[in-house]
């Protein structure tokens, strides 16, 4: 397709094959990518993030895993191409977090990113 970016051409290939399906398999399609992105929700992914793109926001750092689910992060992790069974969930507690611009707080939690990312 002229004039196409790899993007759109995802997204039709994509609305292609979703429209094949019956309606209760497309719905049971967004079990699997909940719960990665309900585990994907931490304060260490979201401290990468940070470093990696010079800052992010809680919008930020939702579209940073929705990226990165999208780069088949959970066949990388585990070997298996086979997504985690359907269930249901909510975000976890965060708990305590950190401030993201602390240098020495950078060098203990995430020693190899911030040697990749800091700022000269």
């Known amino acids: 397709m002229a004039g196409t970016s790899d993007t759109e051409e995802v997204a039709e ?5 979703l429209s094949a399906l019956p309606a ?8 699997p990518l909940w719960e990665l992105r309900a585990t994907s929700y931490n304060w260490r992914l979201w401290h990468a993030a940070y470093l990696i793109n010079g800052g992010c926001s809680d919008d930020g750092f939702e ?7 999208a780069q088949g992060a959970y066949q990388q992790v585990t070997g298996d191409s086979t997504l985690p069974d359907p269930v249901s969930g909510q975000y976890p507690e965060l708990g305590e977090g950190w401030d993201f611009d602390d240098e020495a707080e950078n060098q203990q939690r995430l020693p190899r990113l911030t040697a990749l990312f800091a700022e000269d």
């Open 24 to 31: 209760a398999e497309i719905a049971a399609l967004a079990q």
């Open 63 to 69: 579209y940073f895993r929705g990226w990165l689910i």
């Open 13 to 17: 290939r994509t609305l292609e094959l």
